[in-house]
């Protein structure tokens, strides 16, 4: 209906008045009043007519129990009857198949010609260009011959992107390529690579567009050396991927890929392996190691590489000797000309082992993959051309420019900040003491200078932190300052003076970085160690009239704590009373400001406990070292709100652990603490840290070990609780963009606005730091003018001169099939993000450029994956929108909110465009796990508990819940079972899709592709994590 609509705006007016009775008929609802298109265009295109539809009650009502209205029509345009040009067959399912037989016919026949190799030749002639080599002679050749080859390069990396030589196979015989720069002298390293550095695949005189099918492992790497591949016009030539046939029919998922290393290489302690066995043997009950290397899916898949795919298909070793490639990584010229026949041997072998796995893959992949258009998507998913001009040159020297200035500026202004710590905290007093991120740097300094001299005697002042940033020796370099310091470093950090949602940050040398969390009572109470005693502790407070007996003893506002270094233990000072300043303004907004009263107020199961945990809060705040004022409104807010928490009301239950070990529990999770039910089980609240069988999120503080707080670390996207190395880090820049992350304010603007110009930086410079190398890897190659289309060429401008203006191609080397849903994998241009003004380097895509002539065409099948998964579903009930996700797929409307992106939106609080990925990724497997990840990087200020609320509530929306059906009876007569989903918006559609998956021989609906043998339920069976 879509295109329909397009053509009755652009008909509307300018349409023959005859033409428009003809297009436009009365339109047509289905049961659940979703317009239909037009009746004869229906018959057209699927040989069937159905005049009429009758309203179905029965699911309009199903649909209202999700808060769809299926009763009420949308405005319906009338249906619109298009003239289509004659179908190949009597449906538009034959007619595709038509089209994609003749598509691909030519090519089938260029890959029935490499039935059988003839044995390669046992000596190679060294002469440049092609050489043939054919029953026993070797002539020179402008090119093979033939429609159908095998073939390899190899690159001489460290001089250059293009090729040294190449060796082709077809049915008549072998084919040597060497590059004419072998006879040259040699040249420096370079980037540059021309036409004439490439490997020509058509004779002078040949038609280009005649068909050529080049077989290769990775081969989009071979075709980035051929010549003709550059060229504006299009050719016949198209490549056939034994990697990609590979992963289509025994990839591994990248969780299987993990698994199979492990397990091929014996890394039996690999924690991944470790997990897996575990879960496994405990599924099976048995504890045989041996058991996971007899799975049947780590049998019959392998990894990616060629000797790893030949060792899998031929079942036997490779003929191949890995150990002369590093010729071709670390050699010169000069190694390949002394090592020739080696190494064109060694290429041939690689041909040839290629030709042995296509030999065994192609009828697994054709029976596994019958449709023709599979396989002709192959091909062109294997000829990306990306146009590229001078622009792409200047794009990245701007880009290394503005990186180089950026990290000049960053490194600057990273000294100015170490120069200014020394300033402030170098003098005998020792105030970095009471500075809560210097106090624990090594400010020793040496006991006499190296010479009486005055230089020795600055040196000598100088602390040992600050001495180590500068180069050796120091006496030749001290006056350039800590030149050596960098964002990388740990002290960087410390510098920039970083908080994490207000508190400062803390270096712990096992558990690196996170923050510290007050509350942790020293025991025994009164321990001069930790204590000082106050006689006029309980007369001042109860001037504050606070109806709360006071302790008598106080903790100490310096905290004396060791720290374990390899040259021995230090003592340190822990400014505790200056971190409290902090943190005092934290914990009240986390526990006593209105959303954290309502959440305590509406606690999910209330229990005497909650009453307990903030009484021993409040105890624990009565000996902090604050200041009084600031106690007595604290201890106010505890007892408004502990006001509201009746203790006789509920059964006490004895604790895991001592109920004040709850309290850093509660202050890093604020509200969310009182809306999780297992708050205080620890083996379900999903806590992580000191102890196996506790899992906590808090745990306490190592080296050095500090007795007043706990230690939450900072949140690692590669799992919870797992230590984060560098919080400047790509991970956080995240953070610094919303804030969460942050330098502390100062009494000093120019300290401020330095720490905040570097977090900027950083995050300006995140995407070209992540990208950059692969953005230089890129191989590119101008065309000279005689070569450019005549529209290219009448648009050259002279005047241009000296830099001139050029015009050529990248070859992306994608890898067709990639993953093991058939998609296309490539490190760059299929991974890079749409352009943001403020990330340096983002706008690569707008460097592919057509030239003169010609114009870039977008193609995007909205929602592909969503209306195929909603058809799936909708199937099951019998008609289109029959599912609440076929009918919000189909129906649903952004601007009225019911589309399935707003839905979910709207439900848990998030943006549209993040919720639009939470869509995807669930049709693609995600579970509660992914989606608290996803969460968590949508939203850097929510909370891990939070993100695991959110996540169930979506995934009980939408996919529903579990409930076992019986399915059939079995030999025995037995009833057996099955899970399915029930309740959700989603049920039905995956449903359909784990009936799919689940059958003894999954293929998808149209065009019968089978999921990889490693996936299949023979091979995974019940294992963990595939099924």
Known sequence: MRLCRILYSLLGQHAPAKLLPQLFQEAVFNEVNIQMIDRKLQEVLFSKRIPSYTVSKEACDKLSEHGINAYERSGGDAAMYINLPPLLGPDVKHHFEGIASELSKPYFNCIRSLSKLPKPPTHW???????????????????????????DTEVLVKESNAPIIAVAASVNGWYLWVSPRLFEPPVEPTNMVTLADLI???????????????????????????????????????????????????????????????SDKHLYNNKLFKDFVAELNAKRGS???????????????????????????????????????????????KDVIKNFQKLVTYCALDVHMTFDIFQCLWKLFTERFPHPLTF?????????????????????????????????????MLQKLAEDALKRHNGNDKSYERDPWL???????????????????????????????????????????????????????????????????????????????????????????????????????????????SPQSQILPSITVVKTAA?????????????????????????????????????????????????????????????????????????????????????????????????????????????????????????????????????????????TCWFCPLPNEGGQGLPVGSPLSKPFQVHIASGRLHSAQTSGEGENQAADQILRDRIRASFWQSYSKRVMSQMYVFLPTRLLPPTVQSSLNEEAAPRGQLYGAILPQVIAAGTISRRAVEPLWLTASNAEPERLGSEIKAMV?????????????????????????????????????????????????????????????????????????????SGVEFTKHLLSKFQSNIRPEEASLKAEKLMRATKGYRVSVPSQNNSEGKVEYKSIWRGGTESHVFNALEAIARSPEPRTPVLGAQITRALTPKAVQDDVGFT
């Open 567 to 707: 040259a021995g233990p230090r003592l340190l000072q822990f400014p505790y009373r200056e971190y409290l300043q902090y943190w005092e303004k934290e914990i009240e907004k986390r526990l006593f400001d209105l959303n954290s009263r309502v959440a305590f107020k509406n606690r999910v199961d209330p229990t005497p406990r909650d009453k307990f945990l903030l009484d021993e809060l409040r105890r624990s705040v009565e000996v902090m070292p604050l200041d009084f004022d600031v106690m007595h409104r604290l201890i106010a807010s505890f007892k408004q709100v502990s006001e509201e928490c009746k203790v006789e009301q509920f059964a006490t239950e004895k604790l895991t652990l001592p109920i004040y070990e709850y309290l850093g529990e509660l202050q890093v999770k604020g509200a969310l603490f009182w809306q999780n039910k297992h708050r205080y089980d620890t083996r379900r609240c999903g806590m992580v840290g000191r102890q196996k069988i506790h899992r906590r999120t808090t745990t306490d503080t190592i080296n050095p070990e500090i007795a």
């Open 376 to 412: 002709y998507g192959l091909l062109e998913m294997g000829s990306m051309y990306l146009p590229v001009n001078r622009s792409w040159v200047d794009f990245q020297e701007r880009a290394n420019q503005a990186y180089a200035d950026l990290n000049t500026k960053q490194k600057t």
């Open 287 to 333: 504890t045989n190691q041996s058991d996971v290397e007899s799975l049947e899916w780590i049998k019959e898949a392998s990894l990616n590489s060629l000797v790893e795919v030949y060792k899998l298909y031929c079942k036997k070793d490779p003929p191949q000797d890995k150990s002369l490639r590093v010729i071709f990584e670390k050699g010169s010229r």
């Open 200 to 262: 020509p695949l058509y004779s002078p005189g040949t038609s280009l567009s005649s068909p050529k099918c080049i077989v290769g492992h990775f081969v989009s790497y071979d075709r980035a050396r051929i010549t003709e591949e550059y060229l504006t016009d299009p050719t016949g030539l198209r490549f056939l991927d034994t990697m990609s046939l590979h992963i289509c029919v025994s990839g591994l998922t990248s969780t299987q890929r993990h698994i199979k290393m492990a």
């Open 439 to 549: 106090w624990d740097l090594d400010w020793s300094k040496p006991k006499k200078p190296a010479s009486k001299s005055e230089d020795a005697q600055y040196i000598a002042s100088l602390p040992k932190w600050y001495r180590e940033l500068i180069p050796k020796p120091i006496k030749d370099h001290y006056k350039e300052g800590p030149t050596l310091v960098t964002a990388q470093m740990k002290i960087a950090p410390k510098l920039l003076r970083l908080c994490w949602n207000g508190l400062p940050l803390h270096f712990d040398q096992t558990l690196k970085w996170g923050t510290l969390i007050p509350g942790r009572v020293p025991k025994p109470v009164g321990d001069p160690q930790f204590y000082k005693q106050n006689s006029n502790l309980k007369e001042n407070r109860s001037s504050h009239a606070l109806s709360i007996q």
């Open 125 to 151: 002639k060294f002469i440049p260009g092609w050489t043939s080599y054919a029953n026993g002679t070797a002539i020179s050749v402008d090119c093979p011959s033939e429609e159908g080859l095998v073939f």
């Open 849 to 925: 450029q057509a030239p003169p002539g010609y114009c870039i065409v977008g193609a995007d099948v909205d929602s592909q994956e969503m209306w195929i998964a909603s058809l799936i579903g909708d199937s099951k009930v019998g008609f289109q929108g029959g599912t609440p996700y076929g009918w919000m797929t189909l129906e649903g409307s952004k601007a009225k909110g019911t589309d399935l992106h707003t839905k979910t939106a709207n439900l848990i609080g998030i943006k549209r465009n993040e919720a639009k990925v939470l869509n995807y990724a669930r049709l693609y497997g």
